[in-house]
């Protein structure tokens, strides 16, 4: 079995390193399927479970709820345990959470199984390119990362089109249960070829409350959102409500005053880093409503399969693998404000689009004049924003910080997509039984679409009012920085995490517990590192 002799030294033209990257990105991309594949399985998961839309809301937000409010903690319990064991960890626990899934009874068994899948996914999801970043040889780290994205984009746009396929043949059960033949291969290639790492400086507290109470706030927000529609302003949604808003307040004073927070104040300092995160909680609370909605309405009201739904989505996905490599290299070029301006609208453009899709849209007439002009400007506009956000937010705080700013980033965008799946029914009028009437879904469709556009509309316009339209640095140092390693970019509930920097020097804030600086990396001394930290997958 390696042990930590091995790390930093592996080779991609090596055996080992072959093996490296196929664990690394069979486990990231048991993460990334589900999160892309779940919403084309939602209508027959309600028909088969009996349930309302409420459950099927509950089903795409239970797991979002426990990744975004742990996915902080991953990485830099990874740095203290030992990346490869907390990796190992994730992929067998969501692959047992996965199990869950596959055999639950009911719906609430589901949503439970749904949320542990989370927990296993903020394990996984940051360690898989810590991995990576910790076992290459410095020369071959970049073609490693580059390796490791570009097969996970691969997965990323054959996900939806798998997903599809089960759940129209052997059933919905098996979008979860095709998790445990991934796992079975990924964890004995880990623990037999991967060599351990973890971080000697890595110690202090982690900020379990602060964890907590973020988690504990999303959750009574999220619950308040869904179950007004059905129980009215009740004492329970009210309560839920106040009771989400106070522990929000108290998470932010809580981790002002605490010495090593997961969510230090500070980096917040930069405008630029904080117009960023505020252009990414509107895309992907746009992005997050649309692709939940969407699934269903060309299933139950354009008619499509689940294969014909994910297929038909597919060109969004592909479009962003091929072009987000060079999006990026342009908006380097030109500046961050003029994509982030453009490619909400243009984003917008599609959404709205969107509401042409209906009964007629299922023929292959349909789907060329309503739903192909729809996600394909969705996705030029999502390949014209997503590289030059993620650049931005790097370029937006120190090197030492990188890491930390990528995570908060992505942390963000899920936080968003939940919230949106939480109210957009609710917002637009949507019943409980919604999903099982098409025209009173085609209705509310046509009323959430143009909020989703909106979203992305004030997005564009905080971008061209706060966002630097100067160009790359022209230093070398500088602008390596703010360029971001993981080019490849399919998923769309988030940015993509990214790993830290090599050589940054660490400053005394504080990180997730024990000075976090991204979703891999944790000192409480403030001391220098070699550059191993990780990011993880975009899932």
């Keep these: 079995m390696p042990d930590a002799a091995g790390t930093g030294a ?32 939602l209508p027959r998961i309600g028909e088969d479970l009996g349930t309302g839309l409420a459950a099927l809301q509950w089903t795409v937000n239970a797991y979002m709820l426990t990744l975004a409010g742990l996915i902080l903690l991953g990485g830099a319990l990874g740095d203290r345990y030992g990346r490869r064991r907390v990796f190992v960890v994730g992929v067998v626990w969501f692959a047992a959470a996965s199990v869950l899934c596959g055999l639950a009874p009911n719906a609430a068994v589901l949503i439970a199984a749904r949320a542990l899948q989370g927990v296993g996914g903020a394990l996984l999801t940051p360690g898989s390119l810590a991995l990576i970043q910790a076992t290459f040889h410095p020369d071959d780290r970049a073609r490693a990362v580059g390796l490791w994205s570009g097969f996970g984009g691969v997965g ?35 623990l ?97 409503g649309f692709f939940f909605l969407s699934a269903i309405q060309l299933q ?3 008619g499509y399969s689940a294969l014909g739904a994910g297929t038909a989505l597919l060109p969004t996905t592909v ?32 959404m709205l689009l969107m509401t042409r899709v209906g009964p007629g849209s299922a023929s292959v007439s349909g789907y060329l004049t309503d739903v192909l002009p729809a996600v394909g400007l969705l996705g030029v506009g999502l390949v014209t924003l997503v590289a030059p956000l993620t650049a931005t937010v790097l370029a937006s705080v120190d090197t030492a910080r990188a890491g930390l700013a990528s995570g908060i980033n992505n942390a963000a965008a899920r936080a ?89 020097e660490r ?21 220098g590192r070699d550059g191993s930290g990780g990011g993880g997958s975009g899932a």
């Design 192 to 288: 037999r070829h991967v060599p351990e790492s973890r971080d000697p400086g890595a110690h202090g507290r982690f900020d379990v409350l602060g964890a907590v109470l973020g988690a504990l706030a999303l959750a009574l927000v999220t619950y308040a959102l869904i179950e007004a529609p059905g129980q009215g302003a009740s004492g329970a949604v009210v309560g839920a409500a106040v009771g989400g808003v106070l522990l929000g307040v108290l998470f932010v004073r809580v981790e002002r005053g605490r010495e090593n927070p997961m969510l230090p104040s500070s980096v917040f300092a930069s405008r630029q880093f904080t117009a960023v995160n505020v252009i990414t909680l509107c895309v992907y609370a746009a992005l997050g």
């Design 416 to 504: 968003a997509g939940l919230i949106a799946v939480a109210a957009l029914p609710l917002l637009t009028g949507m019943g409980p039984e919604a999903y099982r009437d098409a025209d009173e879904f085609a209705a509310t469709f046509r009323r959430a679409m143009p909020m989703c556009a909106g979203l992305l509309v004030l997005g564009a316009v905080i971008a061209w009012a706060a966002v630097s339209g100067r160009p790359a640095p022209a230093d070398e140092e500088e602008a390596e920085h703010a360029r971001p390693e993981c080019t490849v970019h399919c998923g769309v509930a988030a940015p993509p995490l990214e790993p830290e920097r090599e050589g940054a």
């Design 156 to 190: 990323a746009a054959v996900g939806p089109f798998v997903g599809g396929w089960l759940v129209d043949g052997p059933g919905w059960r098996w979008v979860f249960l095709l998790n445990v033949p991934i796992a079975a291969v990924c964890v004995p290639v880990a």
């Design 10 to 41: 592996v080779r991609v033209a090596s055996a080992t390193g072959r093996r490296v990257v196929l664990t690394t990105v069979l486990g990231s991309s048991m993460a990334m399927l589900d999160s892309t594949v779940i919403n084309v399985a």
């Design 319 to 350: 479009l962003m693998l091929l072009f987000s490599a060079a999006s990026g290299e342009l908006g380097r070029r030109i500046g961050p404000r003029l994509p982030l301006t453009v490619g909400p609208l243009v984003a917008a453009a599609g």
């Design 300 to 302: 139950v009201v354009a």
């Design 507 to 527: 400053e005394g804030a504080g990180r997730a517990g024990s000075e976090w600086e991204g979703p891999g990396g944790s000192h409480a001394d403030g001391s």
